[in-house]
C-alpha cells in the first residue's frame, strides 16, 4: 500500500525558513508526478510545486523564486524548501504523488507564518 507521510510544519516569522518532507512507502521512481498543495481555511487546495517523470518542475507563480521542490531518491523523501515565507504562505501543505492513474495524498502539515 502506498502511503505519504508530510512532516517539517510548524511556526515560523515572516521571511524566515522552513523545510516540509514527504516520505513515501514505496520508491519515489514509480510515481509519475509528485507534488505539493496547500489550502488555507476557506480555500481550495492549490498546486504548490511539482516534478514529474519526463524530468519537468513547475512552481507556482506565488512561490517563484522562494520554494523549491528537491527530493533524495535514496530516502523515497520528496521535500519543500521554503524561504523569505510571507503570512499568505500559511496553510495546510499536502503531498500528493500519482502512480498511473492512482492518486495518493499525506495527511497534511500545518505552516503558519506569523507577521
Known amino acids: 500500500q502506498v502511503q505519504l507521510v508530510e512532516s517539517g510544519g510548524g511556526l515560523v516569522q515572516a521571511g524566515g525558513s522552513l523545510r516540509l518532507s514527504c516520505t513515501a512507502s514505496v520508491s519515489i521512481f514509480r510515481f509519475n508526478v509528485m507534488a505539493w498543495y496547500r489550502q488555507a481555511p476557506g480555500n481550495q487546495r492549490d498546486l504548490v510545486a511539482s516534478?514529474?517523470?519526463?524530468?519537468?518542475?513547475s512552481i507556482a507563480d506565488s512561490v517563484k523564486g522562494r520554494f523549491t521542490i528537491p527530493r533524495d531518491n535514496a530516502k523515497n523523501t520528496v521535500y519543500l524548501l521554503m524561504s523569505s515565507l510571507k503570512p499568505e504562505d500559511t496553510a495546510d501543505y499536502f503531498c500528493?504523488?500519482?502512480?498511473?492513474?492512482?492518486?495518493?495524498w499525506g495527511q497534511g502539515t500545518q505552516v503558519t507564518v506569523s507577521s
Open positions: 516534478f514529474s517523470d519526463n524530468g519537468r518542475t
Open positions: 500528493y504523488g500519482q502512480i498511473n492513474s492512482d492518486g495518493y
